[in-house]
């Protein structure tokens, strides 16, 4: 794979990297950003770093790639290369037009376009939460393009009769979200993710990065996000996936997608199953286990492929 940025000379490396845009640097080492121009006319940036079989890193709900793998991105880049772009309204993503919902599929569409810009064939496919639903679309409508799947924190279906009050109570938001830029929407992920400070001094020294970070999603998406995944249910498809190898990062102290719910996703594709005794947001708050779990899938569907 041609990743191009990887190449640049420092002074065109520096302007590349200011093109994006972002309050804060990253504080973390991080691939090189490219510029892609979709078939459609679209353009989109994305992290890059060239191999023969990348990882396609799909992130969760309302943060950004940089913060789903900020500390896994460049070992990954370093041994595999990745491709890892913020999904559709999120981030630095593609932009979701006034009036339109977002879409698990179309954000699978969204990655293979990427994929045929950059010339890549075939990818190691790892979704966290919502990166997980996008992940088994994009098996699904891009089977030929999978050499192997590795889902984390996430399910196969997320609307459980407890959540029945939270679909009805996001529905009632989202006119308001869709109008509002700093309420509700602004600090949900904030507000999630402001405990992170506390849990060891690397993350309060980043803490302005990542807030800068979570603040990029816009309310509307932030809500349509949860309400797509309520209406989400993969499990009739499951049996389309056979023959693919499978891995998944269980966090069994989740209370964001609930343990059960990540396993039944593991039995219905028989995949190897890595299990980390952590809440939903391991990948700041205990990033070593983290890496070690992430490295540990990969290279067990890397294995088992053809």
Sequence with gaps: MDSGVGRLSGSARRRAQLWVPGAEAAPAQLPPWRRIDLADGQRVVARVAEGETPILLLHGWAITADVNFCHVMQPLADEYGIVAMDMRGHGRGLPLKRGTRFDIAQCADDAAAVLDALGVEKVVVCGYSLGGPVGLEFALRHRDRVAGLVFQATAMAFDSTADKFGRMLFRALRPLADHNRR???????????????????????????????????????????????????????????????????????DGAVPPHDQRELAALLNAKVFELDSAHDVFLTDPSAYTAATFAAIEYVRSHGD
């Excluded at 996936?241 to 102290?253: C, F, H, Y």
């Design 183 to 253: 309420g509700f929407g602004r600090s949900a992920p904030v507000a999630y993710f402001r405990h992170v400070r506390s849990r060891g001094s690397q993350n309060a020294a980043w803490w302005p990065w990542l807030r800068s970070e979570l603040v990029l999603c816009h309310p509307r998406v932030i809500v349509d996000v949860i309400l797509a995944e309520y209406d989400f249910d993969f499990r009739p498809h499951a049996q389309d996936l056979a023959g693919l190898p499978v891995s998944s990062v269980i966090t069994a102290r």
